[in-house]
């Protein structure tokens, strides 16, 4: 999601167009009525993750060596925590 710079309210894609092979340009407005703001931004291929197996010689970006996947976010679940011991029965 894109938000607005302005309100920080999403902001969404009108239209899109391709500009290089790594650039692709968006027109995006603000979703809050009262902003309003309308911009333009960017999606740029910046690194590699995975090398293409189709590779198109003029695309060269940097490759990344990561220890674990890039979505490797784990939180705690919100019903997952565990009440003291001192409730705890006595092992006999
Ligand atoms: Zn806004």
Redo the contacts with the bound molecule.
């Keep these: 999601m894109i938000?607005?710079?302005?309100?920080?309210?999403p902001?969404e894609i009108r239209t899109s167009e391709q500009q290089t092979r790594l650039v692709r340009e968006l027109l995006l407005l603000?979703?809050?009525d009262?902003?309003?703001?309308r911009f333009v931004g960017q999606i740029v291929a910046v690194r590699t993750i995975q090398p293409s197996l189709d590779p198109h010689p003029a695309i060269a970006l940097p490759l990344v060596i990561r220890s674990k996947p890039a979505n490797d976010d784990a939180p705690i679940p919100a019903n997952d925590e565990r009440a003291p011991a001192a409730d705890a029965e006595p092992m006999s």
Excluded: K, L
């Excluded at 938000?3 to 309210?9: A, D, E, I, K």
């Design positions: 938000v607005c710079p302005h309100c920080q309210h902001a603000c979703s809050n009262t902003c309003g703001f």
